[in-house]
């Protein structure tokens, strides 16, 4: 199934790695709380198989998204349980209930997944910029496979690199994924020198 | 309960003929899921349909396209003992999940135009469907019965397609 050698996927493992860093650097200073990190994974599968990846597809979650254009085209999606979407609301004193919950949501991805972005540009020498955030609280199935299918054009594969980011002592979380499109994956292999 | 379930992932798709047995997509979001029944046989096909056109990449899954999928099922259907002028089809997906703004995503309506193009092609009538929007939905379709059913997220389980039981003649 895969395409890429164990070694690139280190690669790319490694850039996820640096990436959340950052995402959770910013991340804990917009909540002041310290962030947790949990070791990136780097999975190609085949477009059914991401679904399942990402976990129960009925479960309701919370899905902001971002576009990456520039020198790679892709997603940054951020998927959060709605639990702790309502937690992260109160941390930023935003009424979970209230009209202004998915804009804050929104904000907290447009944040993370710039710096994410960021980092992933500033790693490569690519310019890399994200397109305005867009939140949805849906199926995560459906979520999923929206954006999956944005970019299914050109492949059979979906490269995903997710990395969960945990909020201390609040028990509260969110799973990240970048989702380079196709051509996206030999871009970033070939800046990384492992093409 | 029905005692089996297939589950058709995205850019799948499966055909049965054996009562008890549904079809089910779970989750559909800009993907369209395709049925296909023939009641007088208890035969029915489901596609899970990622994107409008093939556009030449032939090389890949032909079942993620519904210009290639729909032919495929057509055949299976057969196979299976379905007649293709008594088939029926609903369309439930072809949602747009996020904010117009995000105009790559735009998916789901080109599948649903391009689902409903190819059926009035083929003839073959569309009974009932729940598109469209910006939710996501899980269908299932009871073979046997060609009973159709919707749920959306936190929701529950609506009927779209009445299921009709014809018993064999004696």
Known sequence: MSRYTELQLDALRELANIGSGTASTALSGLLSRAVDISVPSASVLSLADAVSHAGDPEAETTGIVLGIVGDMTGTVLLLVPPADAVAMCRMLGVEPTSEFAPSALGEIGNIVGTSYINALASMTGMALEPTPPTTATDMLGAIVESVLAAGAHAGDVALMLDSNLVVEGDDCAMSFLLVPDQGGVDELLSRLGMS | ?170
């Open chain 2, 1 to 170: 309960m029905s005692a089996a379930e297939t589950m058709v992932r995205m850019g799948e798709l499966a055909v049965s003929g054996v009562p008890g047995h549904a079809l089910v997509a779970l989750g559909l979001g800009s993907c369209i899921g395709l049925g296909l029944v023939d009641r007088r046989v208890g035969v029915a096909g489901l596609a899970h349909v990622v994107l409008p056109e093939s556009l030449g990449h032939v090389h890949q899954n032909p079942r993620k396209f519904a210009d290639l999928a729909l032919p495929e099922m057509l055949d299976l259907l057969e196979d299976a003992g379905a007649r293709r002028v008594r088939l029926e089809a609903v369309l439930v997906g072809g949602a747009s999940m996020f904010a117009a703004s995000a105009a790559r995503l735009e998916v789901g309506q080109r599948n649903e135009a391009a689902v409903r193009d190819l059926l009035k092609e083929l003839r073959i009538p569309i009974v009932a469907a729940a598109t469209g929007g910006n939710r996501g939905r899980t269908v299932r379709i009871d073979v046997a019965s060609a009973a159709v059913t919707v749920r959306e997220a936190g929701g529950k389980d609506t009927e779209l397609l009445p299921g009709s039981m014809i018993l064999e003649a004696a």
